[in-house]
């Protein structure tokens, strides 16, 4: 994957005046050619973290995972400021019809939704919330021309967090505290900060989907916020993060910003699934809700999916279930999966 390293890099550097500088009220926050800069913006009330997500002041990161706030029927409507030229509205458009093409999710014009995603040429790259939050967001982009780029944006729309935010993540990657940059970030005031809470985890545990995805197009690269000018994927004394064994070979895939990998159209898929899957889960024995974060039991899964539908089972060891009578497809949503009589 790819090298895509220093695009992230800069896409922070651009990002980070935005921390920390509270809006002037009188900044009309509906105003799209307000610029980030130093002298104005993120409004009163948000914040930055991660280099490019903006959320409320008091936004719970330990708790922020994707899953609580999705698009209901993965319907999400768009406009386009006016300073987004068609060009760029087809690449951006391009990226919305990756996801698509991978997940039951369908980014449509906007035609006087209260819901809605807004998205802005700037001088840097983020997205407002994680998921859906209700009332207008913004997604601001610079890297156009960066497919990838425009796809990670949007994963955080529809409500995927960055990948080394999983709890699992120190077992997969190495954070180099040493090479993180203790002035290029800034703190509530605006003065010069460490960076290190950039690579907070996230996520309390129970939310990791799938494989720890070096390939993920969420993954930060290996240089982000690097305290090196110029920064080598594999300088040990520069880069941020550095792949464990024995998965070294993934340096340099880490951070790419090529598209969606298997995993994130997987995962996105579980998150806004087609209609007829159904999910299960041997831990549940009842709440039937059936989506693949609140899965039915088996028993519960098998009564509900429509015929020729597709029940996903979570890992984990299904029994006592009998004779299944109508036509339906079992599938394991990532490995160990265990049937018995
Ligand atoms: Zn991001």
Redesign the pocket.
Known sequence: MHATTKL?AA?WFLAAPLFGQLADSATDPAEDLAKFTREVLIPERLKLI????VVPIDFDESRATFGTSLWPNGRVPYEFATNVGSTNEQRMIAAMQEWESLADVNFAPRNGEADYIRIISDSF???EFLGRNGGRQRVWITSWTTHGTLV??L??VLG???EQSRADRNTFVQINFNNVSQTACTDSNGNPASCNSQFTIRDPGDSEHGPYDFGSV?H?GACAFSNCTTCAATNNSCATITVLAPNTAQQTLIGQRVGASFWDGRVMSFLYPEDNWVFADDQISAIPFGTFLDPFGLAQALLIVPNNGKVWLKPGTYGGVGRIERPMKLEATYTAVRILN
């Open positions: 992230l896409g991660d280099g490019d997500i790259n983020a997205s990670h944006e994963g955080h995927f967090y960055h969420m930060y």
